[in-house]
C-alpha cells in the first residue's frame, strides 16, 4: 500500500487499485498488472514490482515498459524512495537483500547493514527496514550508518509520520495476535498503538478481525493509518482488506 497525494494505490495478486481517502476505487486509474508487488512514491511518481514481462522488474506506474535495465532473475518486494534514488528488497536468494538504483535505474548494489529485510520505508533522513529475524534496522543513505531496533516481533510492514514509527506485526506465524507497533525514533521506545484483537479497536462498527497484516501506510495531513489486513487461523471476519 502506498499514498502518493490524496490516492491510495494498493496491490493485490492481479492489480493495483487506485481509491480515494473515502475507499471509493477509481476504475480509470486501476491495472491490470502481472504480480504486483511492493510500491513506493517518490515525488509525484508511483513505482511498482511486478512482473509483466515474466521476469521481476521494477515500473514507472501505470507503465508496464521496464524503469531499470540490465537486471535479471530478481524476485522484488517492498520498494523505498530516497532522494533520486530507489531501494527495493531482493528475495531471489532468500536474504531478503536491499539493493539501491542510483537515479532509479542500473544494476543495484546490495546494502550490507539491510540484509535480511522484509519490509521496507523512508523518510528524508533514513531508509527504514524491518527484520526476518525481529527488530528493524534505520540506514542513513547520506552517511552510510546504521542503527537498529530491538522489541519488534515478526514486524511486517513500516510507515513514518511525525515522531514515530508505525510497525504492523503478525505476533505468531499464523497471524494470531496481530498489533500495530509504534517506534518513538529519538530513541526506540516500543508500545503497543492499537491491540488489533480488541473489538471496535478500528472503528465501533468492525469485530474483531485484524490479523496477519503485512503493508501499511500513513496520512500525515490527515492522521490516519491504513493498513492491509491479511488472514489467520484465529478469525476471519475483515480477511484481505483495506482497514
Known sequence: VALLGRTIYVSDASKIWSLNLSGQVDLTDTQTVTDPRGLTAASSSLYYAGSPQGNSNIYLYPSQTSR???????????????????????????????????????????????????????DASYIYATKQNGGATYFNPSSGSSSSWTGLTNPK???????????????????????????????????????????????????????????????????????????????????????
Open 68 to 122: 531499470l535495465v540490465n537486471i535479471q532473475n530478481y524476485n522484488f518486494g517492498s520498494l523505498a524512495a530516497f532522494g533520486n534514488d530507489l531501494y527495493a528488497i531482493d528475495f531471489s536468494s532468500g536474504s531478503g537483500a536491499v539493493l539501491k538504483f542510483t537515479n532509479k535505474i542500473g544494476t543495484g548494489s546490495s546494502v550490507a547493514s539491510l540484509i535480511g529485510s522484509s519490509y521496507i520505508t523512508s
Open 157 to 243: 510492514g513500516i510507515a513514518i509520520a511525525g515522531s514515530y514509527a508505525y510497525v504492523v506485526s503478525e505476533a505468531d506465524n499464523n497471524g494470531n495476535g496481530a498489533v500495530i507497533l509504534r517506534v518513538k525514533l529519538s530513541d526506540g521506545t516500543v508500545d503497543t498503538y492499537v491491540d488489533g484483537q480488541t473489538l471496535g479497536a478500528w472503528d465501533p462498527s468492525l469485530s474483531q478481525g485484524f490479523c496477519g497484516p503485512s503493508g501499511i501506510a500513513a496520512n500525515t495531513r490527515d492522521g490516519y493509518l491504513y493498513v492491509i489486513n491479511g488472514y489467520c487461523t484465529g478469525i476471519t471476519s475483515n480477511a484481505n482488506s483495506l482497514l
